[in-house]
């Protein structure tokens, strides 16, 4: 990437020794010794001392400041580190491995786990592809890359683009170079950073402005007393050597010193907060603050979804009670003599309720997160690090036998703590939302605690797989904030070919706001049937989701369409048209004009999942002390306006 205007160090440096009030102190010491030089009687040497003082004073408050502003000038150098040495890339019909520097638009690049993405990359095929982009965008988990599907128009929302900068962290995929050097998206934020135009800080404006009062006034008293010393009688020297005592006693010798220090130990209470100032003035700036936007999730909030209540079959539960914590608190009372025996809280909802247990595997078919776990190299050192006293080499060609060894056994360590935690506990890949869902569900579906399959999770989506279509793709839609849903089409009985009935044949399943979903759905689930939906009921589940909202919980809607095997064959392959259904979103009905045309509307609810995602521990008060300071906070989110407000109140914000 291009270097632009990059000043040398030199000038920096004389730049941070000569600013104006740097130049009032210069002349003042200039003045000093100039006294000491003219002066009659050399026996005072107190304006030497004065001098050389003042000279040291700026030479190491200046070197001071250089070092500071010298960090925000190897911002491109942090660029340039984004880059990795080597690109794999196609040449003469092979993948070999060639200078990143020489990629251009065109180029076909192979991407595997570990390796920093060499530009802008479009991908035409991954497999089971990962990227981070927290370079970039700041958003530190995983994202699966997608080839297929209708792509948003936000790119930073597009999953078949790799960016420059960010890394493979999982898979392989191969792709088109769309972009390199400047022209990248983190180029352009590079680019911009160094092209942006720098405002004097409200700090250096006052000390300005201080300065040339000072100034002014010093003069003015040392040239004043210098006509009245003349007139006086006085000598030329000693007239000359008052006037200037006059001007330097007048300039505030220590306010730089002082100003400096302040900013300097504000930045390093700052740094213990995780905060890096680059520029010892901007901590000033942050005093005149008058409006803090806010992301909410993960920010204001912990992150840490979890299930808190439910509607289904016409009523409202309450899901706050994990079914894997609450047998095992069971078990743990029922082992204690009777005497000490304590009461445990029971669920809100029972195993043998059938529209319940129809609810959560409508649940579970139509998340797709997992549970997973696989020790990161960074934590895998951390725990060699404290046994070995030494890290482990970042070129893993460099491990000897012994750190091979050593390194095998925490990771088989840290994988056995992970699988003995309670699933409330457990890692799940995929989004905040589903996993507070899986969490939830994969007990009650675990015959370990009363439920029909052994694996839960695992086992069901297996019985019930995502239909696949004739390109080998899957029939499913990804969720996107501006469809802010997600559909997954399932086989619901994948041994019978030709079934006769729909609940044997192929069902739509759809999980989102329920905004999106609850207009789209005629019908209810009652009962295991399904009942129209009527004013009223639609009343009652507009009631719920409001009440939801109003308790700060996200609300999901989920729906299902059971299909009828006459049109939506198995064999041959219906040609669900999931990619392009955009364009044909208001069909409500079945056409032949179509080709591959689905319901996408005349749904039945299946219920309603709140989920509770506690603020995070002092932020009520780090809020209340920006509102008395005069700082306005914003709180920005997707959530609908009840479960905003209601979270916002919690947090102090309204």
């Known amino acids: 990437m291009t270097e632009r205007g990059k000043v040398a160090w030199y000038i920096v440096f004389l730049k941070e020794q000569t600013g104006f009030f740097s130049l009032l102190l210069w002349l003042g010491s200039f003045l000093c010794f100039l006294a000491f030089i003219i002066a009659e009687d050399k026996s005072d040497p107190s304006n030497l001392y004065l001098g050389i003082v003042l000279a040291v004073v700026v030479f190491v408050t200046g070197c001071f400041s250089y070092m500071q502003t010298s960090k925000a000038a190897s911002l491109m150098d942090d660029f340039k580190n984004f880059i990795p040495p080597e690109a794999n890339c196609l040449r003469d019909g092979r993948y070999e491995r060639r200078p990143a520097v020489e990629l251009v638009p065109g180029d076909i690049v192979e991407l595997k786990g570990g390796d920093n993405v060499p530009a802008d990359v ?351 793709s899957l029939a499913e839609i990804p969720f996107s904030s501006d469809i802010k849903f997600n559909l997954l089409v399932r086989d619901m009985n994948k041994n019978n070919k030709a079934p006769e009935t729909a609940a044997d044949n192929i069902t739509v399943f759809i999980k989102g706001a329920p905004e999106r979903v609850l207009t789209r759905c005629s019908k209810i689930l009652v009962q295991g049937e399904d009942v129209e939906m009527t004013d009223s009921i639609r009343r009652e589940c507009d009631d719920s989701n409001a009440l939801f909202g109003k308790m700060g919980e996200r609300v999901l809607a989920f729906a299902r369409c059971q299909l009828d095997p006459a049109v939506y064959t198995k064999e041959p392959k219906y040609p669900f048209d999931v990619k392009g259904w955009k364009g044909w979103r208001e069909q409500k009905e079945f056409t032949n004009a179509v080709n591959g045309w689905f319901p996408m509307w005349d749904f039945t609810l299946v219920g309603l999942v709140s989920l509770n995602d506690p603020p995070r521990p002092k932020v009520d008060v780090s809020v209340m002390k920006c509102r008395k300071a005069g700082i306005k906070v914003i709180m920005v989110t997707g959530d609908q306006p009840p479960t905003a407000a209601a979270i916002a109140h919690k947090v102090n914000i309204i």
């Open 122 to 472: 479009c991908l035409f095929q991954a497999t089971e592809m990962k990227v981070n982009n927290a370079s970039l965008t700041g958003e530190s988990e995983d994202l699966l890359r997608i080839v297929d599907g209708e792509q948003p128009e936000n790119i930073f929302e597009a999953t078949n683009i790799a960016f420059f900068g960010t890394t493979c962290t999982a898979g392989k995929g191969r792709g088109v170079v769309i972009r390199t050097g400047d022209d990248t998206v983190i180029g352009r934020i590079a680019n911009l950073s160094q092209t942006a135009d720098s405002a004097e800080t409200p700090l250096s404006i006052e000390i300005e402005r201080f300065i040339f009062i000072i100034s002014a006034v010093a003069i003015v008293l040392g040239v004043s007393f210098f006509i009245f010393g003349f007139f006086a009688g006085f000598t030329l020297i000693n007239n000359v050597v008052f006037m200037i005592g006059i001007i330097v006693a007048n300039v505030p010798e220590g306010l730089l010193a002082t100003v400096t220090v302040s900013l300097a130990l504000t930045a390093k209470r700052m740094h213990k907060k995780m905060v890096l100032v680059k520029n010892l003035e901007s901590v000033e700036t942050l005093g005149s603050t008058s409006c803090i936007c806010s992301d909410k999730t993960g920010t204001l909030t912990q992150n840490r979804m979890s299930v808190s209540n439910m509607y289904f079959n016409r009523k409202r539960i309450s899901a706050d009670t994990n079914w894997e914590v609450y047998k095992k608190e069971v078990a743990k009372q029922a082992a204690k003599p009777e005497n000490e025996r304590q009461k445990v809280e029971v669920p809100g909802y029972e195993l043998d309720d059938e529209a319940f247990m129809t609810f959560v595997r409508s649940i579970a078919l139509t998340t797709t997160s997992y549970f997973a776990y696989t020790p990161k190299d960074e934590e895998i050192n951390a725990k060699y690090k404290k046994q070995a006293k030494q890290d482990l080499p970042k070129d893993k060609a460099q491990w000897t036998p012994a750190m091979k060894d050593a390194a095998a056994q925490i990771k088989k360590e840290m994988v056995d703590k992970e699988m003995s935690m309670n699933y409330m506990k457990r890692n799940v890949e995929g989004d905040a939302s589903e996993t507070g869902l899986v969490r939830f569900i994969q007990p009650i579906l675990m015959k370990k605690y009363g439920g029909a399959y052994d694996n839960g999770l695992d086992e069901i989506r297996q019985a019930y797989p995502t239909f696949e279509l004739q390109d080998g």
